[in-house]
Antibody, heavy 118, light 110 residues
């Protein structure tokens, strides 16, 4: 079945970077884009951008432009989200989600908690 | 402040119906399909409704969606304790060039 499995929780200090992975299985990895969405404690879902590793099409939300980088490894069916210059406000659960051609998210990763604390 | 407006909470007794509204604008709901996601406590969101009124396989017909103009609605009938969750609407905003979510609505079964 279609599945997205993310890397484990991270604790980082302010100013550091974090890299979260999202491994896909159960479908043709290069056919679908993967989006990143984060959720701060008690807050709403916040869209961060997407990557299609098949054609290297990448879009960043303007809010995170310059601080976030998406990469993909087709051989490993995995995409990565790296967020730099971390601050306390970046403490959140980060989700990856598969994007369909009809413009909705039909499968989500389990989430990765990133805690930024000195 | 969210681009899509949802009520913070709704509640009803088991077996009853709740309706969750999602209000947007011509650049988002008025211009594209709406999706709804259910997020049980401590879990990832799950697709409930896509293309405004379609259910993925496995989603019971107690959940239904509709859209009119710049607003969308999610109805849950025959409410069950397992439906207690946060529900988010989402769609693409062509003016902002971002995918936008509502602030979420917490459903409580009394």
């Amino acid at each position: 079945q279609v599945q997205l499995v993310q890397s484990g929780a991270e604790v980082k200090k302010p100013g550091a970077s974090v890299k979260v992975s999202c491994k896909a299985s159960g479908y043709s990895f290069t056919t679908y884009g993967i989006h990143w969405v984060r959720q701060a404690p008690g807050q709403r879902l916040e869209w961060m951008g997407w990557i299609n590793a098949g054609n290297n099409n990448i879009k960043y939300s303007q809010k995170f432009q310059g601080r976030v980088t998406y990469t993909g490894d087709i051989s490993a069916s995995t995409v990565y989200m790296e967020l730099s210059s971390l601050r306390a406000e970046d403490t959140a659960v980060y989700f990856c989600a598969r994007w369909t051609s009809d413009w909705y998210f039909d499968c989500w990763g389990q989430g990765t908690l990133v805690t930024v604390s000195s | 402040q969210s681009v899509l407006t949802q009520p913070p909470s709704v509640s009803a007794a088991p077996g009853q119906k709740v309706t969750i509204s999602c209000s947007g604008s011509s650049s988002n709901i008025g211009n594209d399909y709406v999706s709804w996601y259910q997020q049980l406590p401590g879990t990832a969101p799950k697709l409930l409704i896509f293309e405004s009124n379609k259910r993925p396989s496995g989603i019971p017909d107690r959940f239904s969606g509709s859209k009119s103009g710049t607003s969308a609605t999610l109805d849950i009938t025959g409410l069950q304790t397992g439906d207690e969750a946060d529900y988010y609407c989402g769609t693409w905003d062509s003016s902002l060039s971002v995918y936008v979510f509502g602030a979420g609505t917490k459903v409580t079964v009394l």
